[in-house]
């Protein structure tokens, strides 16, 4: 699967569970398996947390700083310019899951 099919599976897979309740309370119980169902691409042994934002709780997730570089962090400590982090964008609103 190539990053844009797993963002449409992923996409898809959030779409899912905010509309189907039995489909949401598996995907909390077992994200793994329910996203290995669903078409992405899970590894073997990797541990996943689904919380979900509510109209008092936002749940901000940084993303794991082994996979940045020097020159990222410089960046996003003010030393350079990015806009981007890899998958982790500055843009407040992709903090959010809709």
Same mark, same amino acid.
């Not at 996409?11 to 905010?18: E, F, G, I, S, V």
């Not at 909390?28 to 509510?54: F, H, Q, T, W, Y």
């Given at each position: ?35 290995? *169902?669903? !078409? ?13 934002? =509510? /109209?008092?709780?936002? #749940? ?15 960046? *996003?400590? !003010? ?13 407040? =609103? /992709?903090?959010?899951? #809709?």
């Amino acid at each position: 699967m190539n990053d844009e099919q797993s963002a449409r599976a992923a996409a898809d897979l959030y779409a899912r569970a905010m509309t189907d309740a039995e489909f949401k309370a598996q995907l909390v119980a077992d994200p793994a398996s329910v996203m290995r *169902a669903e !078409g992405l691409d899970v590894p073997e042994g990797m541990e996943i947390k689904v919380v979900e934002n =509510s /109209s008092s709780t936002v #749940y901000v997730v940084l993303p794991d700083p082994e996979t940045f570089s020097d020159e990222i962090l410089a960046a *996003a400590s !003010g030393g350079g310019e990015a806009s981007t982090f890899g998958t982790a964008s500055l843009s407040l =609103s /992709s903090w959010y899951c #809709y």
